[in-house]
């Protein structure tokens, strides 16, 4: 049989000999990044001086150019506390313990400045300038939209999944993602950036446009006061 097989095309010879399978690993149990790393503590100490934080987002947009965007920092993924008077019970919150090191920002997605660059390239880098300090943080990685009702897809679902490699949740817990654009959107202020969306309703507690953006780290830079020393950690 198989000297017979052996004089047939080689796409005929698979129908019969099919290729091997090999086993896949998942990839969360061999690339979990530390949810409080070494850079972490030295740029929550410099932020915390700031009243607001503001922070550009580089990202490379089409065809190929650089654009920058003003975003506020709203602190590291989960790790947000909730707004004294939050909907959402507190048996049914997520952990309060849960660490991060993934840089967090709220959007609009009519804005449309963002999710267009996404088409091209999650690659970004946030640059803090801390003009109390002077100092600055490069931070650079990808960003990814996160959304009501996962609109992005298959994109939101990769960055999802790249976000909470870098998270530490309490063994035996769970987070949810809706919980968290809820608990964000809850925090807003009313004048600023509520009124800008329509009123949240039973079916819709978190206006369908808004976005939080987060940036999943791969390298962290602080360029020091005074003498310049550049310290880099790379992940």
């Given at each position: ?18 290729l ?30 700031q009243?607001?934080?503001f922070?550009?987002?580089a ?6 150019v650089?654009?920058c ?23 049914s ?9 993934v ?15 996404l088409n091209i ?11 109390a300090?002077?100092t ?25 999944k ?10 035996g ?12 959107w ?18 819709e ?13 791969d390298e ?6 005074g ?9």
């Amino acid at each position: 049989m198989q000297k017979v097989l052996s004089l047939l095309p080689l796409a005929v010879q698979n129908i019969f000999n099919p290729l091997p399978t090999y086993p896949t690993t998942d990839i969360s149990t061999i690339m979990k990044f530390p949810s409080n790393p070494d850079w972490k503590p030295i740029f929550t100490q410099a932020v915390s001086q700031q009243p607001v934080t503001f922070f550009q987002l580089a990202t490379v947009s089409e065809p190929l150019v650089p654009k920058c965007r003003t975003l506020t920092f709203a602190g590291f993924l989960g790790e947000a506390p909730y707004s004294p008077d939050s909907t959402i019970p507190a048996t049914s919150r997520n952990p309060t313990d849960i660490t991060s090191a993934v840089i967090l920002a709220a959007s609009d997605a009519r804005s449309k400045k963002i999710s267009h660059d996404l088409n091209i390239s999650t690659k970004a880098e946030g640059v803090f300038f801390l003009p109390a300090l002077w100092t600055q943080f490069r931070v650079r990685g990808n960003y990814y939209p996160i959304s009501p009702g996962a609109q992005h897809g298959e994109l939101e679902s990769r960055g999802r999944k790249a976000a909470e490699l870098h998270m530490g949740i309490p063994e035996g817990e769970t987070f949810d993602w809706d919980k968290e654009l809820l608990k964000i959107w809850e925090k807003q202020n009313p004048t600023t950036i509520k009124a800008k969306f329509p009123p949240p309703t039973e079916e819709e507690p978190v206006p369908r446009d808004f976005r939080l953006i987060i940036l999943v780290p791969d390298e962290i830079e602080q360029l020091g006061a005074g003498d310049g020393t550049l310290l880099t950690w790379k992940l």
